[in-house]
């Protein structure tokens, strides 16, 4: 298939491209026990970089295995008061954060856009997300069920008791710093558990900001955050033990590192790890629909998103159509630093080391021949932008449609037959989340049932909700984020049996 390359894309840039957050920034400890304090050791600090502008914007601690102990000693100690009180006493917290987060909106917002380099709708989504989370949770906490209590065996009564796990130990990933801990911390403190959370090291003052907005205001101890790398903080938290679970969200080699650590002491862990969606397009779709909704899933954050719609199966019968509306949808994205305005939608790569990976990612489909109908390459001039990318005529098992690009690149490829695109796009080693398009409700009903993956959308994609579960199969990881679901991780069943009968 060929299609016309347009104009090339362009950073969009504010005549005063900075965005000082200096004013609003949040300490640079670590907080523990419902403080900021320095940490145990004299370390090198970690300088946080804006990618729109390259500029270091905050400096934060490295933390070490001492720091973390310090955290969970007071996770521990906090639990035990915690873990005691009732539904209503925790969903009032949790609508308390929710409502705290709702008056600090603007400072939330300023800050996740200076440090990940967001758009303003970006930002303004994974705010009300985040809120939106916490009042789920509030309210979910207050409606577990369980078996019923009674006689299952003669003269003995039978009760479950749903407890909270103890020490919940995080790790939160750089592409949703904020989201990504509401969707941690909201069902972990909701179940009665406290925390230490990790907060990537490219990303972690909205995460510190929270904790200096909650200071004072929740109970001391529930939720503590450590800065630093994850070789040592992380590695800390996966093997300490007086931590009963690991809930990771990140790539797929971090979650084999935690869960290969954690099994040493036999711990849970729950991860939710990458993602390579496959868009499944049969040949009576609505093309034009299916292009607008992968122009919107596929390059969301930048593409920086696990369930970003990357990588498209078209039916050879109409891909030619379906690319050249691609290509035009595609085409109208606008690139810019979020300060360049709201129509801004594309930002840049989170870090120089990701930006230099994607690039290599373009020039290794380039060389093998690949297409470019739009984009495919980075942009010149400050910060980590790369333009957004369509790449055609890609080939079955091609390393550019199997791997993770996390970045503002969708592939597409073509199938022949309802069982080719099935085979196809379960060949994936993740599992995290699909989408099919068609009209045919058979097709609605029966290829879903098909696809190994944990989501999948019909005629949509990308679109989440708190009341259902998000989570992946294979490669992808196990546990669930949102819904009762999440609340079931991070909870034990208990079988008590009473015998009334002696």
């Known amino acids: 298939m060929t299609t016309t390359q347009p104009e090339a894309f362009t950073v969009h840039r504010a005549e005063n491209n900075t965005s000082d957050v200096s004013a609003i920034l949040p300490p640079a400890g670590h907080f523990i026990a419902g403080t900021f304090v320095p940490g145990a050791a004299s370390t090198a600090p970690i300088d946080v970089v804006n990618p729109a502008t390259e500029e270091v914007i905050a400096s934060v601690h490295a933390g070490t295995a001492a720091d973390v102990d310090a955290a969970v000693a007071a996770a521990v100690s906090a639990q035990r008061t915690w873990g005691n009180t009732t539904p209503k006493e925790r969903a009032d917290v949790l609508n308390l954060i929710a409502n705290i987060i709702e008056a600090n909106r603007a400072a939330f917002e300023a800050i996740e856009s200076a440090n990940t380099g967001k758009p303003a709708a970006v930002v303004e989504d994974d705010v009300t ?25 003669t003269d003995h009564t039978s009760v479950i008791l749903r407890e909270p796990v103890g020490v919940v130990g995080v790790i939160t990933p750089w592409n949703y710093p904020l989201l990504m801990a509401a969707w941690k911390i909201a069902p972990i403190l909701a179940a009665g558990n406290s925390l230490v959370l990790k907060p990537s090291e490219q990303t972690p003052l909205s995460t510190l900001k929270l904790a200096e907005v909650l200071a004072g205001r929740i109970p001391n101890g529930i939720l503590n955050v450590v800065t630093g790398q994850g070789r040592t903080v992380g590695q800390r938290i996966s093997e300490h033990p007086d931590i009963a679970l690991v809930a990771l969200t990140g790539s797929v080699v971090s979650g084999q590192s935690v869960a290969e650590t954690a099994a040493r002491s036999v711990k849970r862990v729950h991860l939710e790890l990458g993602g390579k969606a496959p868009v499944v397009v049969f040949p009576d779709a609505d093309l034009r629909a299916a292009a607008a909704g992968v122009r919107n899933a596929g390059f969301w954050n930048a593409g920086q ?13 109409v891909a030619e159509e379906f690319t050249r509306n691609l290509v035009s949808e595609v085409s109208t994205l606008v690139v810019g630093a979020p300060e360049a305005g709201d129509d801004v939608e594309i930002g840049p790569m989170i870090s120089r080391p990701h930006f230099e990976r994607v690039k ?21 001039g400050t910060g980590y932008f790369i333009e957004p990318t369509v790449i055609t005529d890609v080939p079955a098992g091609a390393a550019i449609a199997t791997h993770e690009i996390f970045g503002p690149v969708v592939t597409v490829e ?39 993956f944990g989501t999948v959308w019909v005629n949509a994609h990308l679109v989440l909700a708190c009341e259902v579960p998000w989570g992946g199969f294979k490669g992808s990881g196990y546990g ?6 999440a609340l079931d991780d991070y909870s034990r069943t208990k079988h008590v049996m009473i015998n009334h009968g002696a």
């Open 129 to 153: 997300s985040t809120i939106d989370t916490f009042r789920f949770m509030a309210g979910a906490s207050r409606t577990l069920t369980s078996m019923a209590g009674g006689d299952y065996a």
């Open 305 to 317: 998103d696990c369930g970003a719609a990357c990588r498209v199966l078209v039916h050879e019968s």
């Open 360 to 380: 290599a990612a373009l020039s290794e489909a380039r060389a093998a021949g690949l297409t470019m109908a739009v984009g495919g390459s980075a942009l010149d």
């Open 414 to 452: 073509t199938f022949s037959s309802e069982e080719e695109a099935v085979a196809r796009a379960n060949e994936s080693p993740y599992g995290l989340s699909a989408s099919v398009w068609t009209r045919d409700s058979s097709l609605s009903l029966r290829i879903p049932k098909q696809l190994d």
């Open 480 to 485: 669930r984020d949102l819904s009762l679901y």
